[in-house]
């Protein structure tokens, strides 16, 4: 909720714009060539800064004779009066700016505000500016020296570089959390975890007809339970997610996200388990020697087009690892079926290789990491979510479609097609 100085702020800075069209004024900045010289000799964008104060400060005292009238001239009635001036600052370019203000008064002895002087020392400039180069990599300690281009600058120091980036980054996260989710045409949702400095983050990556795709949701708990990972869908469904539409759901085997997705999508709900964590989860029960080889023939069983094909090859290998490791043939037959809807969905081999992991959240998971690794020191609160909400921010700006997008179509109506149970299961029926 804004403040009331923040609200008259806003006011005065409208009336300036307002009265700025309607007057259809045009200024003139004059330079003398002397000091031209000097600051061109020293670099252009020294002239290019010198001459934007200069100019802010013709908009100032401009403002000043539009409403209190020229210097001696007779006062019209509930005209303010000049106040002489103050030390004050503008934002530029990220940096607060010592600038010289004028004063304006009324007859009542409350000060009147000048729009212009209230437009240039807006927050929101240095708090994007903040936000950039943070996520870019550069530091709180070293944002001072990086980006000072006026001597007399300040405000840019490491402690006020953190309290910019902690109000704009809850603000973005606020927003990436919040956004409405009804416009999305979703046909694939990703469902993943991260342990992140002890604490277990789940996210959720929705990919929609046109193939592009949107950071959902966000949610942090002690670790990946079902019923954190509840509380994520359930705000997605409040903010527009129809889980009651054909859409197939990509996880990472974890039991706790089962779980959840059926209880809000159905018990027969599409689910494609991540064929890399499976790979893993066989692997890391066989020794050294074995690994290799074996990881080898899973891949090769799952690169199969044919569901047929690459559930002959996975009933080979599971016979396989009976013999040498009876628990890394627990683990591939756990959930097998789920980790082949993709081969039972008949589609092309482009999108179903895209669609048999969770890369494309990872990928973003990828950026968080880049993102915060410039953190030297963890914190409590909202800290970890404020910067992995950065993280997955940024890594949003720069998604791609997902491969094989143009057969999302066939994608849905495949969905519409598919048994509602794994052909395992409805035999057993």
């Not at 880049?370 to 953190?375: F, I, N, S, Y």
């Not at 997955?392 to 994608?411: I, M, Q, T």
Request: hydrophobic residues 35%; glycine residues 8%; proline residues 3%.
């Amino acid at each position: 909720m804004k403040k009331r100085y923040q609200i008259d702020r806003e006011q005065v800075v409208r009336q300036f714009h307002k009265q700025a069209e309607e007057s259809g004024q045009e200024l003139q900045l004059h330079l003398p060539l002397k000091e031209v010289a000097a600051a061109v000799q020293q670099s252009v964008g020294e002239l290019m800064c010198q001459a934007g104060l200069d100019l802010m400060q013709l908009i100032m005292d401009n403002e000043v004779r539009q409403l209190a009238g020229e210097h001696y001239q007779r006062r019209q009635a509930e005209q303010p009066y000049r106040w002489g001036r103050e030390q004050g600052f503008v934002v530029v370019d990220g940096q607060k700016v010592p600038i010289q203000r004028p004063r304006l008064r009324s007859d009542d002895g409350h000060e009147k505000p000048l729009g212009s002087y209230a437009l240039f020392r807006r927050s929101e400039p240095l708090d994007d500016a903040v936000w950039d180069k943070l996520l870019l990599g550069l530091s709180t300690r070293n944002d001072s020296k990086a980006v000072r281009e006026f001597a007399a600058a300040y405000g840019i120091e490491k402690s006020a570089v953190s309290e910019h980036f902690v109000r704009t980054s809850r603000e973005k996260l606020r927003e990436l959390l919040e956004r409405p989710l009804d416009k999305l045409k979703l046909c694939v949702i990703y469902i993943d975890g991260i342990e992140f400095k002890g604490q277990h983050l789940v996210a959720a990556l929705g990919v929609a007809m046109d193939g592009s795709k949107t950071v959902l949701g966000l949610r942090q708990g002690a670790s990946e339970n079902t019923t954190v990972i509840s509380e994520l869908l359930e705000d997605l469904a409040g903010r527009g997610v129809d889980f009651s539409a054909p859409m197939l759901s990509v996880l990472d085997g974890a039991k706790a996200l089962t779980n959840a997705v059926r209880k809000h999508a159905g018990k027969t709900a599409p689910i494609q388990r991540c064929q890399m964590h499976k790979r893993r989860n066989v692997t890391g029960d066989l020794p050294g020697s074995y690994r290799e080889s074996l990881d080898r023939k899973t891949a090769n069983a799952y690169a199969m087009s044919s569901y047929e094909d690459a559930n002959t090859a996975l009933e080979t290998l599971h016979r396989e690892l009976l013999e040498l490791n009876p628990s890394a043939a627990r683990s591939l037959e756990e959930g097998r079926e789920e980790t082949l809807t993709v081969h039972r969905l008949g589609l092309d081999d482009l999108l179903r290789c895209t669609l048999a992991t969770t890369n494309p959240i990872e990928s973003a998971f990828s950026v968080v990491d880049r993102v915060c690794g410039r953190v030297k020191r963890w914190r409590g609160g909202d800290q970890r979510e404020r910067w992995v909400g950065a993280g997955l921010w940024l890594a949003e700006k720069s998604f791609r479609r997902v491969k094989g997008y143009r057969h999302l179509p066939k994608l849905l109506d495949q969905l519409g097609r598919l048994s509602t149970a794994p052909p395992a299961q409805a035999q057993a029926a």
